[in-house]
């Protein structure tokens, strides 16, 4: 039986506790927040017998748990992992892992010295688009990756901690995007980064709401993504329009339900080489396993029940996170960065 802590009581926490309380070996033994009518709210929604907390310290003081769920905003991410970590605890949290570099490799080097385990929350990696995308790619149907782009344009009027960040962008949604970037490539890593963030004149965000990035990746193909939070139309779904170009065609993903490849031809005599165009199909959605935070869940908990590690590992986790930040870095200096 897994006695879990849970610490944030926002709007994602819904989420995990819906998947966590339909568990038969999960007991939520209590709630966090230093916003008790959060917590409150929470533990009448989801008919919890369990305690609540103002702070963690004191949770941990006062139960017997083994598991902490950390969905707290990015800025408590360290204190909190850390604090969970260091009192014996696996931990899966939300993600941005932490909102810099060095909260990021302080918490690496907290789950070294203790042993236990830290999985970050990437459930896009769990969306049957991105999975039939992958197979796709790897399937070599139209050969080797070279120029990934993604394209994602929203209208997302985003409440609380998101409109006082100066990133929001990039630092709250963009990790989902490039991690899925290296999901694709096989858990690429970026070697250099090129970032170009800015906040329409339009935009209801303090912060910068939008951002074009160009990253290089140790497979050898171009990243390219254009982000907004703040499109007005032709907007796309929230996981983004993908396209990636591969030595003998493209496979795409619209985003939604729609996965397809183009296959290129040979180019016919009586057409010059600007009209090269391949043929294209849909391929049949992979559909295994659950989606988004419960696919997500369900890896998490069968990694740590057999002992092993999995694909949101902090250790893989922390190479998405360095592209969010050498976006950012980039971005201020005007310079492409290399990681
Ligand atoms: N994976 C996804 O698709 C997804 C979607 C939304 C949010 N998130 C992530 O989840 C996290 C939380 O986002 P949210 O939208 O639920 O935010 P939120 O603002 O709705 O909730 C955060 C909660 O944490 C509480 N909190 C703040 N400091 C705390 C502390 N020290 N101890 C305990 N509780 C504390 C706040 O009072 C609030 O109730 C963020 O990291 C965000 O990026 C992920």
């Not at 990133?167 to 858990?187: C, N, Q, S, V, W």
């Not at 939604?256 to 057409?271: C, I, K, M, T």
Request: aromatic fraction near 8%; hydrophobic fraction near 40%.
């Amino acid at each position: 039986m897994f006695k879990v802590i849970v610490a944030g009581c926002g709007s994602i926490a819904n989420k995990w506790l819906a998947n966590l309380t339909a568990r038969d070996d999960v007991q939520i033994v209590a709630l966090v927040d230093p916003v008790r009518e959060n917590a409150l709210a929470h533990k009448e929604r989801h008919e919890l017998p369990c305690r609540v907390f103002p702070d963690l310290a004191q949770a941990l003081a006062e139960t017997q748990a083994s598991l902490l769920i950390d969905t707290t905003p990015p800025a408590m991410h360290e204190e909190i992992v850390v604090r969970g970590l260091e009192s014996g605890l696996d931990v899966f949290g939300e993600k941005p892992m932490a909102d810099s570099m060095q909260a990021a490799r302080n918490i690496l080097a907290a789950v070294d010295a203790s042993g236990k385990r830290y999985f970050v929350m990437q459930n896009r990696r769990y969306l049957h688009g991105i999975q039939t995308l992958r197979q796709t790619i790897e399937s070599g149907v139209v050969g080797a990756p070279y120029h990934v782009f993604v394209d994602m344009r929203l209208g997302a009027h985003f409440t609380g901690f998101r409109n006082e960040m100066e990133h929001p962008l990039i630092i709250d949604m963009a990790i989902h995007t490039f991690d899925e970037a290296r999901y694709l490539l096989g858990d690429a890593r970026a070697v250099s980064a090129y970032c170009q963030e800015y906040n329409p004149p339009h935009s209801w965000y303090r912060g910068a709401a939008a951002a074009d990035c160009i990253f290089e990746m140790n497979s050898g193909s171009i990243f390219l993504a254009r982000l907004s939070w703040v499109s007005r139309s032709e907007n796309t779904s929230s996981h983004g329009k993908w396209h990636v170009s591969c030595t003998e065609g493209a496979a795409l993903w619209d985003g939604y339900g729609r996965v397809s490849v183009n296959v290129a031809q040979a180019l016919p005599e009586n057409r010059s080489y600007y009209e090269e165009e391949g043929i294209l199909s849909d391929v049949s959605l992979c559909t295994a396993g659950r989606e988004e935070h419960d696919g997500c869940l369900d890896d998490m908990f069968s990694a740590l029940l057999s002992d092993q590690s999995m694909q949101t590992d902090c250790h893989n986790n922390i190479h998405s996170l360095a592209m969010v930040h050498a976006c950012l870095e980039s971005s201020k200096t005007g310079r492409k960065v290399y990681l």
